[in-house]
């Protein structure tokens, strides 16, 4: 019996810390959430406010005569979106996988995947640890740059990403 008491004990305190509320941690302007992923071998990171989901990446319809950074058409849950392969996009060294993942960026007026390798989780960086660009990432990468951080997680502008005329292909046939 006594042995029963005294697992009874352990339950309750551990349900006792279960019940405290969380502390709070102040994320106030001063601190960005980053979802880390690799790329051509390389951290990357964007904002998750522009980051819908995540999802592993199957089956897709490759689209001919399109630019090479449009890796194709998905569906998503009766949703046709297109994937954008940020690697071809930014001149990246490429090595064939078959296991990526996508990265489903939304804003109110656009909605697209981004291929990765993986993904290395969600980060809270302190903005004043987001330097400016480095001298070796130039071209296309640097205009679509947020900064790099402390530990060289490069930061893309999720909202550039977004925006960018460049990623969009509008062939029209008169």
């Known amino acids: 019996m006594q042995e ?3 697992k009874k004990a352990i339950l309750k305190r551990r349900a006792e810390q279960l019940a405290k509320p969380l502390e709070k941690t102040d994320y106030s302007e001063d601190m ?3 979802l880390l992923f690799k790329l051509a071998n390389e951290q990357y990171g964007i904002e998750t406010i522009y980051i819908k989901e995540v999802f592993p990446f199957k089956d897709y319809t490759p689209l001919p005569t399109t630019p090479s950074f449009l890796y194709g058409l998905f569906n998503l849950r009766r949703r046709i979106l297109s994937i954008i392969d940020l690697r071809v996009f ?3 060294h490429s090595d064939p996988k ?3 993942k996508v990265i489903i960026l939304e804003n109110a007026e656009k909605e697209f995947g981004i291929l990765c390798e993986e993904i290395n989780g969600i ?3 302190p903005v004043k640890h987001i330097q400016p660009s480095l001298p070796t990432l130039t071209g296309i990468r640097e205009d679509f740059l947020r900064g790099v951080t402390n530990d060289r997680a490069v930061i893309l502008d999720g909202q550039k990403l977004l925006n960018s005329k460049q990623l969009i292909v509008d062939e029209t046939v008169e």
């Open 4 to 6: 029963i008491e005294k």
């Open 32 to 34: 960005v959430e980053i």
């Open 90 to 92: 930014f001149s990246l």
């Open 98 to 100: 078959s296991d990526y």
């Open 123 to 125: 980060q809270n960086i």
